[in-house]
């Protein structure tokens, strides 16, 4: 049998005779690589899978439920370096002008009124899927924290 090169690490192995399609070697780091790109390909293919992985998380998640502040707890670098990282991301996506999607500004504010709803790209004819509705403005809009 010819040797063949790892998938994982790269290095060449010799297929086990009882495994002729293997495409891992026998190290304990590549035997991992494989078992999480399985891992991953049946997540994203098998909804079963997901589903039951899905809930196995939640109930160990469940049994565990101070695990994380524990961690945050005796790792103290850790933490600092994520509140860090969270202040450069927030920074960024204020930077960016992500507002909440159902946010207006006053350059596109909706008026208070009467509005007449057609279905787009049909001409001005009379239709029978055409609605008549009030519009009220309920609040006021959004603005920058101290302007």
């Given at each position: 049998?010819?040797?063949?090169?790892?998938?994982?690490?790269?290095?060449?192995?010799?297929?086990?005779?009882?495994?002729?399609?293997?495409?891992?070697?026998?190290?304990?780091?590549?035997?991992?690589?494989?078992?999480?790109?399985w891992q991953q390909a049946k997540r994203q293919h098998?909804?079963?899978?997901?589903?039951?992985?899905r809930r196995a998380?939640?109930?160990?998640?469940?049994?565990?439920?101070?695990y994380?502040?524990?961690?945050?707890?005796?790792?103290?670098d850790y933490t600092e370096r994520n509140r860090v990282q969270q202040r450069g991301r927030n920074r960024r996506r204020r930077a960016a002008g992500i507002a909440k999607m159902d946010a207006s500004t006053r350059e596109f504010a909706v008026q208070s009124g009467t509005y007449r709803l057609l279905p787009a790209g049909v001409p001005e004819i009379a239709k029978m899927d055409a609605w008549t509705v009030q519009i009220t403005v309920v609040s006021?809009?959004?603005?920058?924290p101290g302007g």
């Amino acid at each position: 049998m010819d040797d063949r090169r790892c998938a994982a690490c790269g290095r060449r192995f010799r297929p086990r005779p009882q495994n002729p399609d293997q495409h891992y070697c026998a190290a304990p780091a590549c035997q991992a690589e494989r078992r999480r790109r399985w891992q991953q390909a049946k997540r994203q293919h098998d909804p079963d899978y997901q589903d039951n992985q899905r809930r196995a998380q939640q109930a160990w998640a469940g049994r565990h439920a101070d695990y994380w502040r524990d961690y945050r707890r005796t790792h103290p670098d850790y933490t600092e370096r994520n509140r860090v990282q969270q202040r450069g991301r927030n920074r960024r996506r204020r930077a960016a002008g992500i507002a909440k999607m159902d946010a207006s500004t006053r350059e596109f504010a909706v008026q208070s009124g009467t509005y007449r709803l057609l279905p787009a790209g049909v001409p001005e004819i009379a239709k029978m899927d055409a609605w008549t509705v009030q519009i009220t403005v309920v609040s006021e809009g959004y603005r920058e924290p101290g302007g």
